[in-house]
C-alpha cells in the first residue's frame, strides 16, 4: 500500500449503496500515516491484490472495502499495551468507520467473521492493535436471517410474565450432582419463585448427569412446579457438545421435558446456532464462554457487541452476557452497549433478551434494575438461589419479595423486616453487591 | 473462596490420576493473595459451589481442578496492561499449572472450551489478566479423537513430494476474479512448481465465483497441470461457510475436483470441523481468522498454539498460521510452539503439517526454512506467485528454484545469475522479506 494506492480505499457514504455494505467501526493504533494504514486495513479485509500480472484491471470499485471517516490523535509515547514485534514510526490512535461489501462473502456467519474479524484485520502492516468496535448491518443482508424465534415477547408470554424481569436461577452445585437431587433444586428454585431453572454452563451430557435423564426428571419435575404455583415454568438445559450433536441433543432435552435449550456461542460457533434455530422447537439461550479473551482489552480485539450482534443474528432468544459491578470486570458502558445490541431495532429480526449476569442476588436486583431502566433482562443469579442460607426456595423467594418492594417503591431494608427470605439475602449477599 | 476453602483446590501430581486430568498452564495477574487467587481459578472452572446448602457433601475431590504448581512474582507497579474494572491489591504475575478433570465435560471440544476457555477462567475474582498458555492431553482423551486423516506423511505420499517443504500458492486477486481466469492462475502457478494452489480465507460460495464452478474449472486445470509437469497436484477449495453446509460443500468441491479442502477455523468452530473430519474423503486445511484477536498480547487471552492444538484433535491435516518476520507480527518463539503442536507426538494421533505463513516468496524461503530447521512444513506466499513481475508460472518457479538452491548449498543470489525467476523474484520481494 502506498499514497498512490490509497485512495481507492476511501469513499463517502453518498457515493456507495448502502444495502452492498456493512458498516464496520474500528479503532486501532499505528504506526505510520494513519491514512495509509486505514486504507491497508481495507485492502488487507477484501481485495489484498486487485489486478493480475500485466492485465489492465482493478478489482477495488466493486470488492474493495472502504474508509468512510477516518479521525486519529496522535500518541507521543507510542503504543498505549507493549506489542511483541510492533512496528516503528510515529504512533497515532485512529477511530474509523469501513464500509465492507458483503457481497465478496454472502449472507454468511463464517463468511462474516472471516473478512470482518479476520486475518486482514489483525494483519496489517503498521496496525499491531486493532478492536473491531461495532459491525451494522442493512436490510437486505438481514433479510437473510431468520434471528430469534420467540424473542422477548414470545418468552414472556409462554412463561405469562409481564412487566418485570424475568428470574433465573443455575442450579448450583454446578458440576457434580446427580440429576436426582438436581431436579430437586431446581423444583425448589420454580416453588420459590424463578421462573427459568438452568444448567451451569459447564454441565454437558456426561456420564454422571445424562442430558436425557436429567431433562426427564427436571421435566416432571418442573411440571409439578408449574401445578403447585400455577404459573408456567421453564427448564433451560444446557445441550452444548459437538455441533452434529445439537439437533438430537435439542430432542432429547425437549422430549424429557426441557422447554428451553442452551449452547455455549462461542465453543459451538455461532453458525451452529444458526442450524440449531432452523430446528429448534424451544427458545434458544446462549452464553458467553471465551468472549472476554477478546473483548476484555480497550487497544486490541472485538467489542462484545458485535458477538451479541451475532448471537442475535444466528437466531438466540436470551443471550446470557457478563453483566454490571466489579465481580465481572466490565465497564457499565460495555454492558450498556450489549443491552442495546439485543433490544434495538435491527431489520426485521425480533429481540433476544438480555441476561446481564454475574454474582446476582436479591442484593444486586434494584441496583441492577436502576441501572438498566426498564424490565426487559433477565436476573440470573447462582448462589444467590442456591446458596441461600435458607435454602433455594427461599433463596427465589427473595427475588421475588426484592422485586416486589421495588415495584411497591419501599426500600428492600424495610420490607425485609417482614420478609425473613429477603433479611437473609441482604444479609448473606448484601456486602459482596 | 477464603484461606480455609482453597487448600482442596491444590494437589501434587503423585496423588492424581494422571489419565483423568489435562494439565492447563496459564499465566496470569491478580490482586491480592496468589494461591487464593488461584484457588479461585480452578473453583470457576469446575466446581464453583461443591456443597449443596445443608448438606454435608463436598464435590471437589472428585470435581475440582487443581493447582499443581504455582510461581508469582510481585509486580510493584501494578497490571502490566490498564484495565476497566481492574481490582484493587497488591498485585503479582503468576504462572501456574492446573489439573482440570475432563470427566466434567468430556471428549468435546465445546465442553473443552467451555471448561478451560470459559467464563470461568476469565471471571475470577482478583484475576482481570489471564492468559491461557498450554493445554496437554492424557491418552485417554486423545483416544476420543480421530484426529489428522491423513497427516505430513499421508499428503506427502500424496504430492510425490518427499524431503522439502511444500509449496502452496494462494490465487490471488483473492476476490473479485471470476472462476475462468481464475482456474487459469491456478494453472499457471501449477506449471511453475505449486504443489497446492489455494482459495484464499475470505474467497467462499459467492455468485460472482460460485464454488462447484469454481472446483470445476480447477480441478480440470489440476490435472491438466499433473499432466503436463508429472507431478500430482492439490487444488485446494475454501469450503468455509454455514456448519450445516460443510459435508455439502466439500462433496461439490471434491465432485468438481477439489482434492483438498479448507475450513476457517475459528469462524465454523473447531467441533464443525472435528464433524467434517468424518464426512471428509481429502485432506482438511484450517486457517486463521480472528485467533491473533485474543493471542497477540502476551497479559491476556489464550496462547495460539492452544488452537493449534484443537485443530489438530479436529483432525486438520494442515493448519495455516501466522509466520516468522515483522509481518506477522508474531514472536519467533510462538511460531516455533506452533509448529511443535502440529508435530510433536499427541497420543495416536497424526501430525498436522504446519503452515507458517504471510508475505513470502522465494525471497523469504531460506530464511524460513533455516529458521525451522527441517522441511515439514508449507510455504505459501500469495503476491510472492502471484504478484511475481514475471507472473504466476514464473513466481511459482522462483520457489522451487531458490529450493534448489538451498538444497545445493549455493547462495540464491549467485544461483539467479542463470535463472531470471529467481532474479526477479529477489529483486522484487527481496527488501521486503
Redesign the interface.
Known amino acids: 500500500m502506498n499514497t498512490t494506492d490509497a485512495p481507492a480505499f476511501f469513499a463517502s457514504r453518498q457515493t456507495l449503496d448502502a444495502e452492498a455494505y456493512l458498516e464496520v467501526e474500528v479503532t486501532f493504533e499505528c504506526a505510520g500515516d494513519p491514512r495509509v494504514a486505514a486504507a491497508h486495513l481495507c485492502s488487507e479485509?477484501?481485495?489484498?491484490?486487485?489486478?493480475?500480472?500485466?492485465v489492465a484491471e482493478d478489482?477495488r470499485p466493486?470488492?474493495a472495502a472502504r474508509v468512510l471517516d477516518l479521525e486519529s490523535t496522535p500518541l507521543p509515547h507510542g503504543f498505549?499495551?507493549?506489542?511483541?514485534?510492533?512496528?516503528r514510526g510515529p504512533v497515532h490512535r485512529v477511530r474509523a468507520i469501513l464500509a465492507h461489501p458483503w457481497?465478496?462473502?454472502?449472507a454468511?456467519?463464517?463468511?462474516l467473521?472471516?473478512?470482518v474479524?479476520?486475518?486482514?484485520v489483525?494483519?496489517t502492516?503498521g496496525i499491531?492493535l486493532v478492536r473491531?468496535e461495532d459491525v451494522r448491518f442493512p436490510d437486505t443482508f438481514l433479510a437473510h436471517f431468520q434471528g430469534p424465534q420467540f424473542g422477548v415477547a414470545g418468552l414472556r408470554d409462554r412463561l405469562k410474565a409481564f412487566a418485570r424481569p424475568l428470574f433465573f436461577g443455575v442450579i448450583?452445585?454446578?458440576?457434580?450432582?446427580p440429576p436426582v437431587?438436581f431436579a430437586e433444586?431446581g423444583y425448589a428454585g420454580w416453588l420459590g419463585g424463578l421462573d427459568i431453572a438452568k444448567d451451569?454452563?459447564?454441565l454437558?451430557?456426561?456420564?454422571?448427569s445424562p442430558l436425557a435423564e436429567r431433562a426427564a426428571l427436571l421435566g416432571e419435575a418442573r411440571q409439578r412446579a408449574e401445578q403447585a404455583t400455577g404459573e408456567p415454568k421453564i427448564y433451560l438445559a444446557n445441550i452444548?457438545?459437538?455441533?452434529?450433536t445439537l439437533a438430537a441433543r435439542h430432542d432429547v432435552a425437549v422430549q424429557g421435558g426441557a422447554n428451553a435449550v442452551m449452547v455455549?456461542a462461542?465453543?459451538?460457533?455461532v453458525?451452529?446456532i444458526?442450524?440449531l434455530r432452523?430446528h429448534a422447537r424451544v427458545p434458544i439461550v446462549s452464553?458467553?464462554?471465551?468472549i472476554?479473551?477478546?473483548s476484555?482489552?480497550?487497544a486490541?480485539?472485538?467489542h462484545s457487541r458485535v458477538i451479541t450482534r451475532l448471537q442475535r443474528l444466528a437466531g438466540c432468544d436470551v443471550i446470557i452476557m457478563?453483566g454490571f459491578g466489579?465481580?465481572?470486570?466490565?465497564?457499565a458502558h460495555?454492558v450498556h452497549d450489549n443491552l442495546r445490541a439485543c433490544l434495538e431495532p435491527m431489520g426485521h429480526l425480533r429481540p433476544s433478551l438480555p441476561v446481564p449476569g454475574?454474582s446476582d442476588s436479591a442484593a444486586t436486583l434494584e441496583r441492577v434494575y436502576r441501572t438498566i431502566g426498564h424490565t426487559d433482562f433477565g436476573f440470573v443469579p447462582?448462589?444467590g438461589v442456591?446458596?441461600?442460607?435458607?435454602?433455594?426456595t427461599a433463596g427465589a423467594r427473595s427475588l421475588r419479595q426484592a422485586w416486589q418492594a421495588i415495584a411497591d417503591g419501599v426500600p428492600l431494608d424495610e420490607r425485609a423486616a417482614a420478609q425473613p427470605e429477603l433479611r437473609a439475602a441482604l444479609d448473606a449477599f448484601g456486602a459482596a453487591s
Open positions: 479485509q477484501s481485495t489484498a491484490q486487485w489486478a493480475r500480472v500485466g478489482f466493486q470488492f498505549s499495551v507493549p506489542v511483541p514485534e510492533a512496528p457481497g465478496n462473502f454472502g454468511s456467519l463464517p463468511g467473521i472471516s473478512a474479524l479476520g486475518e486482514g489483525y494483519f502492516p499491531p473491531v448450583k452445585p454446578n458440576i457434580g450432582l437431587p433444586l451451569d454452563e459447564m454437558t451430557d456426561v456420564p454422571w452444548t457438545g459437538e455441533v452434529d455455549n462461542m465453543p459451538v460457533g453458525s451452529a444458526r442450524a432452523q452464553h458467553f464462554p471465551l472476554a479473551a477478546f476484555r482489552l480497550p486490541h480485539g472485538v457478563p466489579p465481580r465481572m470486570m466490565t465497564p460495555e454475574g447462582g448462589r442456591f446458596g441461600h442460607p435458607m435454602g433455594p
